[in-house]
């Protein structure tokens, strides 16, 4: 950016100093001096138009596991899934989370899961409840898990509206 010099007014102007640099004299002829070569700034940028969207979620939240741990006849599919390839299951669970399928390969992936699935539905419980569940009772814990994520995205509704308007 340039440094533009001082432009001198006509009706009243101080000495300044021994260089002999003439200044305006009031606050008014300073502010013209400086902003006569100066641009207005921009107050509104120009826009493709006006995007609208809306996301509607209606979750029921709250409460305790839908199911029980030992509740493995409320799905029979998971039940058997849960009791003869729970690691099948898990995979299918990590994928109904929305998590990579490679995500029940690493460590203590399932009770990171489950805490999560408790905290995203508000389920009363505590770490130390998921992990005891998860470490004792893995096949149960899958399983319940399971059956959660299909009846609470069951009862999920998702709307997305986009409106675009151009100038």
């Known amino acids: 950016m340039q440094q533009r010099p001082l432009r001198k007014s006509e009706d009243k102007t101080q000495g300044f100093g021994e260089r002999g640099l003439e200044l305006p004299a009031t606050q008014a002829e300073r502010w013209t001096s400086w902003s006569d070569g100066a641009e207005l700034p921009v107050l509104t940028q120009p826009g493709l138009g006006v995007t609208t969207s809306t996301l509607t979620t209606i979750t029921q939240t709250g409460g305790d596991w839908s199911t029980g741990l030992f509740d493995v006849c409320d799905d029979i599919s998971t039940c058997l899934m849960g009791v003869f390839i729970p690691c099948c299951l898990d995979v299918s669970l990590a994928h109904q989370y929305g998590e990579s399928l490679c995500l029940p390969l690493l460590p203590a992936s399932t009770f990171a899961m489950r805490v999560a699935i408790r905290e995203r539905f508000k ?11 998860v470490f004792c009772c893995y096949p149960l814990a899958v399983s319940q898990m399971m059956r959660e994520m299909k ?3 069951k009862r ?4 997305v509206t986009t409106t675009l308007e151009s100038c």
Do not use: E, H, K
């Open 151 to 153: 009846r609470r995205l």
């Open 123 to 133: 389920i009363r419980g505590s770490v130390c409840d998921d992990w005891v569940t």
């Open 156 to 159: 999920q509704m998702y709307t």
